[in-house]
């Protein structure tokens, strides 16, 4: 058919009212439109679904390093997969902090809370391993493995994100954590010492002053604090988590 033949058909069909749409011209350059892609909620972890007392499993285990530090005054909350009262009341500590309805129930405003305040290597945004580990760079040659002192240092790293976040998100400054044995022994630490578990850190003065880190720590699952008072802590803040409990501060009233 020739051109004017269509434009002859087209002009008798609009004069009987009918409507003849034009074919859509697509470049030969054009590519169908990308499909989107799932957003993955966290470089580091994502939840899915609520976790409620009851739950257990990874997806707690993991809600409990990020709670760590609201266990509670003179607590230290067990990092054990399985959602209990204490899992419970730590939530809602945290919960509380941030404004958010203290229910004890994790869900989207919880996690999404979290995920603001994590790194993609799951550490607390204001704090580093590299604050935690002025020895060596794999965590060897501690009292336990390398995996474990890390991971220690983790949850380390957490109860310092809340202790920061009660002071008012002053910056803490972080002169050491972990150390093997060979550092340890180095420096003249204790032959116990929890810094060779990954447990413990030591605080520098900062805008709080050393006696304002002590006494905070005590409501953030430290179960080992020594400031200005104890021997050969004039200097500095030392917490820890890990067994037992033994705070000493004398200068600081602890």
């Avoid at 269509?6 to 409507?19: D, E, K, N, Q, T």
């Avoid at 054009?30 to 957003?39: I, T």
């Avoid at 150390?179 to 805008?207: E, I, K, P, Q």
């Amino acid at each position: 058919m020739t051109s004017r033949s269509v434009r002859a058909l087209v002009s008798i069909a609009a004069g009987a009212g009918l409507m003849l749409a034009a074919p859509a011209v697509v470049p030969a350059s054009a590519s169908p439109a990308p499909v989107a892609q799932a957003k993955i909620a966290d470089g580091c972890y994502t939840w899915s679904g609520t976790l409620s007392e009851g739950a257990s499993g990874e997806a707690v285990r993991q809600l409990q390093i990020r709670v760590a530090g609201y266990p509670g005054s003179g607590s230290q909350l067990g990092i054990d997969g399985q959602f209990g009262p204490a899992t419970k009341a730590a939530v809602q500590r945290f919960q509380s902090a941030y404004g958010l309805s203290a229910d004890g129930v994790a869900g989207p405003a919880t996690f999404n809370k979290i995920y603001a305040l994590q790194d993609d290597d799951c550490t607390p945004v204001n704090f580093a391993y590299g604050e935690l580990n002025n020895c060596n760079s794999d965590w060897s040659g501690g009292k336990v493995s390398a995996a474990t002192a890390k991971a220690n240092a983790l949850v380390t790293m957490w109860k310092l994100q809340a202790m920061r976040h009660a002071m008012g998100d002053k910056p803490i400054t972080v002169n050491g954590g972990f150390r093997s044995v060979a550092c340890n022994s180095s420096v003249g630490g204790a032959a116990n010492s929890r810094h060779m578990y990954g447990h413990a850190a030591d605080l520098g003065a900062g805008s709080q002053g050393f006696c304002a880190l002590a006494q905070a720590a005590r409501n953030h699952g430290f179960t080992e604090i020594l400031g200005p008072g104890y021997p050969g802590h004039d200097d500095h803040t030392h917490v820890a988590g890990g067994e037992g409990r033994f705070w000493s501060a004398p200068n600081c009233g602890i």
